[in-house]
């Protein structure tokens, strides 16, 4: 089984709210990845956690807080976030680190108001 | 710097006839290369991935692609196209030791019956 989930699938918050994405997976992956796209464009990667710690930080702004209680999960806290950070956020999983493939979630659709 | 180009936006093609989408790679090693689909919001579905040994790599849903280090390409293709292959494509490269997967721009495929 190579399943990656995500919830919420859709998120609508204003610039003011503070709320959390999830991320699961049951592979025993031990590298795990945030990603935001946007329409009709690549993946942008957030950040990466090898082994449950933070591996790459690719410059994201401190509104998104990346953080992974364990191996099997993977969380995206969100606060006073930005209408330009409206997207679909993307969570994947790997053995290790690439070259491994990474296996994505359905992704949650983020909608800043 | 690794790099990945996908130098069409769109391939247009006829269900039954063969698709090739075409993907064009730059690194300083051995590459790992990598095949994403994408449907309408939804995640990105692995297809396939070269790591070494046979340049012609078969993947799902009867996609293969074709490996070639002097033209430094690797181009997805499927003998017969169907309209359920109309999705958005994604090549990656990665290296060992790299902790990044770096996609290409997208290729929209668009079978029509």
């Known amino acids: 089984d190579t399943e990656v989930t995500q919830t919420p699938k859709h998120l609508v918050m204003g610039m003011t709210n503070k709320k959390s994405l999830k991320c699961e997976q049951h592979?025993?992956?031990?590298?795990m990845y945030w990603y935001k796209q946007k329409a009709k464009k690549p993946p942008e990667l957030m950040f990466v956690?090898?082994?449950?710690?933070?591996?790459i930080n690719e410059s994201v702004p401190s509104r998104f807080s990346p953080e992974c209680p364990n191996s099997s999960l993977l969380n995206l806290h969100l606060h006073a976030l930005q209408p330009e950070d409206s997207a679909l956020y993307l969570c994947?999983?790997?053995?290790?680190?690439?070259?491994?493939?990474?296996?994505f979630g359905p992704g949650t659709r983020l909608t800043v108001l | 710097a690794q790099s990945v180009a996908q130098p069409e936006d769109q391939v247009n093609v006829a269900e039954g006839n063969p698709l090739t989408v075409k993907c064009t790679y730059s690194?300083?090693?051995?590459?790992?290369l990598f095949w994403y689909v994408q449907y309408p919001n939804r995640g990105l579905q692995f297809l396939l991935k070269?790591?070494?040994?046979?340049?012609l790599v078969k993947g799902s849903y009867g996609f293969e692609a074709e490996f070639n280090k002097s033209q430094t390409s690797f181009h997805l293709k499927k003998p017969s196209a169907l309209v359920s292959d109309s999705a958005l494509y994604f090549c990656?490269?990665?290296?060992?030791?790299?902790?990044?997967?770096?996609f290409g721009t997208g290729t929209r495929l668009l079978v029509s019956p």
């Open positions: 956690y090898s082994y449950e710690k933070l591996s």
């Open positions: 994947a999983s790997s053995q290790v680190l690439p070259p491994d493939t990474q296996y």
């Open positions: 990656a490269v990665s290296l060992t030791g790299f902790q990044k997967l770096v």
């Open positions: 592979m025993g992956h031990r590298a």
């Open positions: 070269y790591i070494t040994g046979d340049n």
């Open positions: 690194v300083s090693g051995n590459p790992y």
